[in-house]
């Protein structure tokens, strides 16, 4: 008998992380949340996460940004397989997305939230030959 795989195994955190980010469905205007330091362009919610779309954002050296929020309502991480699938279902399985890590002077970490950047102009990407 095999044994019983963890969450820590990758194969498995990544079917958690699949499963546990479908199905988002929209979210009327009329019941999105209202703590937001800015307008939030669509919110999509299921029994796991609140997603918020940001408004675009240019920068100088990546072009134009799409921003997500996303918030799981268990206060876990939501892992590579959640962010993944929610990038995938909201924005498109062929875009680009990355998530940031600031400097400590500059990091802002009290509302729980997740935040995946959609890179729109692919020759922005930093690409590795392996």
């Not at 498995?12 to 999105?32: C, E, F, M």
Request: some cysteine.
């Amino acid at each position: 008998m095999k044994p019983l795989r963890s969450r820590q195994d990758p194969k498995v955190s990544r079917i958690v992380g699949y499963l546990s980010a479908r199905n988002l469905k929209p979210v009327p205007p009329a019941d999105w949340p209202e703590a937001h330091e800015y307008a939030a362009q669509a919110v999509w919610c299921n029994k796991h996460f609140l997603v918020i779309e940001g408004p675009l954002q240019e920068s100088a050296t990546l072009g134009t940004l799409r921003h997500l929020s996303v918030r799981p309502h268990d206060g876990m991480h939501p892992g590579w397989g959640a962010l993944q699938t929610i990038k995938n279902d909201l924005i498109g399985r062929e875009s680009w997305a990355m998530e940031v890590f600031p400097p400590e002077s500059q990091l802002v970490d009290d509302a729980n939230m997740y935040h995946l950047w959609i890179i729109t102009d692919p020759a922005f990407i930093p690409r590795t030959e392996l």
